[in-house]
């Protein structure tokens, strides 16, 4: 059951676009104007609970079976865990930059511009180590066995009917965002 890579895949891919919007905004930030900070809030929501609710819960579960099958790699494993909450902190980071920015808090362009793309940077390389090494070895290793039951403990653990409505609605949010960003870059241009 590939297929659940290939999901990871596509949220990876829906992740990447909102990287790119924080990145727009910033710099329209980085030139001394105003960003559209409800754009910035709403990808720095996103990033507060989907990737906790509901992408790094099914890594986890894969993992976890990786681990099982290829012992050799569980330090490679609990290295993307520890990933996992360093992306967490970096994201903490990123979220008090924009507030003391929309608090009027003395803080120099270049510090929130540092900390805003140490996130972004940091997700993107791990989005890298994962489709590059990680996923690929997890195809290799599993069998169909394994794909099976990860797709039982993921249908239990959201029940296949609100699956499908869960997935649905972080994939609206980020369309949301998209569009909202477009808004945003429209204004400034006219």
């Known amino acids: 059951m590939i297929g659940i890579i290939e ?3 596509r949220e990876h891919r829906n992740i990447e676009k909102l990287l790119e919007v924080i990145e727009q905004e910033l710099g329209v930030f980085d030139r001394g104007e105003h960003p559209d900070y409800e754009v910035l809030g709403a990808v720095i929501d996103y990033f507060r ?3 906790d609710t509901c992408h790094h819960p099914k890594e986890d579960l894969i993992y ?7 012992p050799a790699q569980a330090e490679l494993v609990a290295n993307l865990r520890a990933e996992h909450r360093e992306g967490a902190a970096r994201l903490r980071r990123a979220a008090h930059a924009i507030e003391n920015v929309l608090n009027d808090q003395d803080l120099l362009r270049e510090t929130v511009d540092r900390i805003v793309r140490d996130f972004v940077d940091g997700e993107r390389q791990h989005i890298a180590l994962e489709e590059r090494e990680v996923f690929p070895a997890i195809v290799k290793a599993l ?3 394994d794909w099976a039951e990860i797709a039982l403990t993921l249908a239990d653990r959201y029940g296949i ?8 609605q972080y994939s609206a949010l980020c369309r949301n965002i998209l569009d909202l960003e477009k808004t945003a ?6």
């Open 7 to 9: 999901v990871l895949q």
């Open 185 to 190: 870059a429209a204004d400034r241009r006219a």
């Open 64 to 70: 976890e079976k990786f681990k099982s099958r290829d």
């Open 143 to 145: 069998k169909a066995a």
């Open 49 to 51: 609970y989907y990737p």
């Open 161 to 168: 009917q609100s699956q499908p409505y869960f997935e649905a």
